[in-house]
C-alpha cells in the first residue's frame, strides 16, 4: 500500500523555500523563494542577502539608524535574487516565498510574468509595501495565497 503521509506539492515546494531561507545572513528575517514551472520543477532559488561583491562581513546589517547606516539600502531580496538567477522564461511559473512580497519584489514578479505566489508570513501585512502590493497583485489579476497548514518538521541526520 503506498504511503499517505507524503508532502503535498504545496508542502514540499514551501519546504524547500524555508531551506533556502536558512541560507540568509538576516539576524532578523530569513526570506527564501523559489520559482516553480508548470511541470512542478523548480527553476531557480534565491534567499535575501548582499549582492555578489558586497562584503557581508563590511555592509551593516542593523534596522535602526541612518537608512544609509542600514542593511535596507544593500540587501537584495530573496524573490528578485530567484528572478535573476533564473535562466528561463519564467512566464507561468509560480513563486513560494516565505513571507509575503514586499512592492519592489512584487513589481518584478509581475513584469516575470509569474502566475501565483504562494506565501507562508504576512508579519508585515499593515505595511504601506505590503498594501500596494497587493493592490498591484489584484490590478494584475496575480492570485496570492497563504499556505496555511504548514506544519512539516525536516530533520537531517
Ligand atoms: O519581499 C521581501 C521583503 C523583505 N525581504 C528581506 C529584506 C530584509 O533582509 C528582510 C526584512 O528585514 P526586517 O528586519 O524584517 O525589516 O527581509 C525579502 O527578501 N523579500
Ligand atoms: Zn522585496
Known amino acids: 500500500m503506498k504511503r499517505e503521509d507524503f508532502l503535498s506539492w504545496e508542502q514540499f515546494f514551501m519546504t524547500v523555500a524555508k531551506v533556502c531561507a536558512m541560507r540568509s545572513k538576516d539576524p532578523s528575517t530569513q526570506v527564501g523563494a523559489i520559482l516553480v514551472n508548470n511541470l512542478n520543477q523548480i527553476i531557480s532559488t534565491g534567499y535575501n542577502g548582499f549582492p555578489r561583491g558586497v562584503d557581508d562581513d563590511k555592509f551593516p546589517w ?36 516565505t513571507l509575503f512580497p514586499c512592492n519592489e519584489c512584487t513589481k518584478i514578479i509581475i513584469q516575470a510574468g509569474i502566475k501565483k505566489v504562494f506565501y507562508l508570513e504576512d508579519k508585515y501585512k499593515d505595511s504601506n509595501e505590503v498594501k500596494a502590493s497587493k493592490k498591484m497583485l489584484d490590478a494584475a489579476q ?14 537531517i541526520n
Open 142 to 155: 496575480i492570485e496570492y495565497k497563504q499556505i496555511n497548514d504548514f506544519n512539516v518538521k525536516v530533520s
Open 62 to 97: 542593523s534596522r535602526e539608524g541612518e537608512w544609509i547606516d542600514t542593511k535596507y539600502p544593500y540587501v537584495a531580496h530573496a524573490e528578485l535574487n530567484a528572478i535573476v538567477s533564473a535562466r528561463t522564461n519564467l512566464t507561468d511559473c509560480d513563486v513560494y516565498v
